[in-house]
């Protein structure tokens, strides 16, 4: 009798340790499959540039730039001031657009050379006069529609192979554009890829001197071209300090 209950005992033990076992098997399942449903959204979400944003921009490439407030809104102000407010609403352009931070970056560094030298410094975008704005401005337009998809490649160790491409902005200022394909997984060329944006200072020397602004999203289509957006990175707005000054020094005079 008292082994039957001893048995009977164990066989309770038995079973109720293999309902444990297999409730927490399938609570671990049913997580890992949680996870990984999770993990798929994410990559699909990668896969599909961020996954819901939408490029396309139903206005023209100024009313873009002025929907973006501490971004492009500075910059939306220096094209009216340069009288390019028409371009940028109904010209077909490529806008490798500098933020905000650029402008205002490179007035905190004018102002004390300004100051040295006994000049009225700059207290609002005006003080700037619109030649020079639009000068420095159209380094960063390209006549027509270009997409990513539409640079070649570069690589900056095959540059015999993949040296991407030099091409004149409006006013004729040579800059070397190209697609950078990034490695994945130790794989060369299978990861993403992303924009390179370089000024070149001496045409003569066309591989001295680079002076690169980041790509920081691209492809932003509003109705009447392409924006690619610039991420500040120190470099001045113009990509040549020097000569900006100089042109609002001597404006000053």
Sequence with gaps: MVEGKYASFKENIIMKNYILKYFSGSFLMISCLVILGLSSCNKDDYYTDGGKADPKFNGSILKYLESKPGDFDTVAQVIKIAG??????????????????????????????????????????????????????????????????????????????????????????????????????????????ELSFHFIPDISKPLEGWRRAFVSSSDIQPNNGVVHALAYNGVDFGFAYYDFYQDVLLSKL
Excluded: C, H
Excluded at 86 to 101: L, Q, Y
Excluded at 135 to 141: D, H, I, T
């Design 84 to 193: 390019l407010e028409s371009m940028f609403t109904t010209e077909d352009i490529t806008f490798f657009a500098p933020n905000d931070r650029f402008i205002k970056e490179t007035i905190r560094r004018l102002n004390p050379d300004l100051r040295f030298r006994f000049l009225d410094t700059i207290k609002t975008l005006t003080d700037i006069k619109p030649a020079i704005w639009q000068k420095y401005l159209l380094r960063y337009v390209f006549k027509g529609k270009y997409k990513l998809a539409d640079f070649p490649q570069i690589d900056f160790d095959l540059m015999n192979t993949f040296p991407g491409q030099n091409y004149f902005s409006y006013n004729n200022t040579v800059f070397n554009i190209g697609v950078i394909y990034n490695s994945a997984n130790g794989v060369k060329y299978i990861g993403y890829r």
